[in-house]
Structure formats: C-alpha cells, structure tokens
C-alpha cells in the first residue's frame, strides 16, 4: 500500500500524509469557488470539489499501484475534501474576487501535490523519470477534472506555464530525492517555489508558445 513508507526516507509518512491532506483541502476549495462561481448548488460544489482534490491523486495511486486509492481506503481524503468545500459554500458571501481565490488556492495546490505525488512514487520504487511524470499527473489531475466539470478549457491546456511549473518542481524534488536533501523544510521549499512560479507567472502573463494559424 501506498502509506506503507518506510521509516528511513527522508520525509516520514506522516509528513507525506499531513502534505497530502493540506493538498486535498486547498484544491478542494479551489474547485468548489470554481462551481461556486458556476453558480452550481451544494451537491454540486461538493462533488466538483471532491474530484478537483482527489481527482489527481486517484490517478497517481492506480499508476504506482497503489490499489484501492488512497481517496478510497482512508476516509480521512474524503472527509477533507467534502469539508472544506462545504466551508467554502457557506463562507462564499465573504470570499470577495472568487476568479482570484481560485487562481491563488489553485496554485497552492499545484505546489503541494506536485510535492507530495513525486515523493510518494519515488517511495513507491518508480525510476526518476517516471516519478517526475506521476507528480506532474498528480498535480494537474485534479484541476483538468475541476475544469471539464465547470465547462472550462483546461488551464494545462492553455498557454499557462501551469504542468510546465509542475514538471520543473518535480523534476527538483526528484533532484533533492536523489541526493538525500528531501527533507520537511527543503520539500516546503520545492512546494512554495512552484507555488511562486505559477502565480508569478499568471502576473506577468508568461506563456509557452502557440503555433501561428
């Protein structure tokens, strides 16, 4: 099972989970303001917001083998995600430029489960290469599904540097991994330097490039 982490590595299992959980209730609320804004009801924010943080994560779990999901097999996934979007339906009125909560939670999230999707495969066994791509998939598993659900293009989509950013933190944390440098602080750091990325990014309108028609 995926939370079967040895004692040795150098972020612990409960690290990786306290990670994980803070990742579910950030993208969490970040698909729920996005069905919010939607103008869907509470069974509807509840539900664009589970898959918007689980979504992700289930993909990773089946790809390391992980089976059930963890999303599944520990109830605590599922009570995070459900919660904090009903706290964000019941907050709402308060919550002022959603557009941009949704942008700011969204980019936490990114950073976090970039994190926390890399380590968990590199635990796993999966080779560098392969890990980094799992973290990648991790992280933007959920928005693309919160986007479909809401009738947005997808933002990895777009020209964004959004699964670029991602890419680029898992490939570090990958690095760090590898080197013996994965600890708490310096994994924090990979997740907020992503974070910084893709909201610096969305500031000064960097973009990949697009064909010309």
């Given at each position: 099972m995926q939370g079967d982490l040895r004692g040795d590595e150098p972020l612990s299992g409960y690290?990786?989970?306290v990670g994980d959980l803070?990742?579910?209730?950030?993208?969490a609320a970040?698909?729920?303001?996005?069905a919010i804004a939607k103008r869907l009801d509470l069974f509807g924010v509840g539900f664009v917001g589970f898959v918007a943080a689980l979504g992700g994560g289930i993909l990773r779990d089946l790809v390391i083998g992980a089976v059930p999901p963890l999303a599944f097999a520990d109830w605590r996934y599922a009570v995070t995600a459900v919660l904090a979007s009903v706290a964000v339906f019941r907050l709402h009125p308060q919550l002022s430029r959603l557009r941009r909560t949704v942008l700011l939670?969204?980019?936490?999230?990114?950073?976090l489960f970039t994190v926390t999707g890399t380590l968990k495969a590199l635990n796993a066994g999966v080779p560098p290469v392969g890990a980094c791509l799992v973290g990648m998939l991790t992280a933007i598993g959920g928005g693309l599904a919160r986007d479909l659900l809401t009738g947005e293009i997808p933002v990895v989509l777009q020209r964004d540097i959004y699964a670029v950013a991602s890419l680029g933190g898992a490939i570090l944390?990958?690095?760090l991994h590898g080197v013996g440098l994965a600890?708490?602080?310096?994994?924090?750091?990979a997740a907020v330097l992503i974070t910084g990325v893709r909201l610096l990014a969305l500031y000064r309108r960097w973009s990949a490039p697009?064909?010309?028609?």
């Open positions: 690290g990786l989970l803070i990742g579910v209730a950030v993208f970040s698909g729920a303001s996005a939670l969204d980019a936490a999230g990114l950073g944390v990958t690095i600890g708490p602080i310096s994994t924090v750091a697009i064909a010309v028609p």
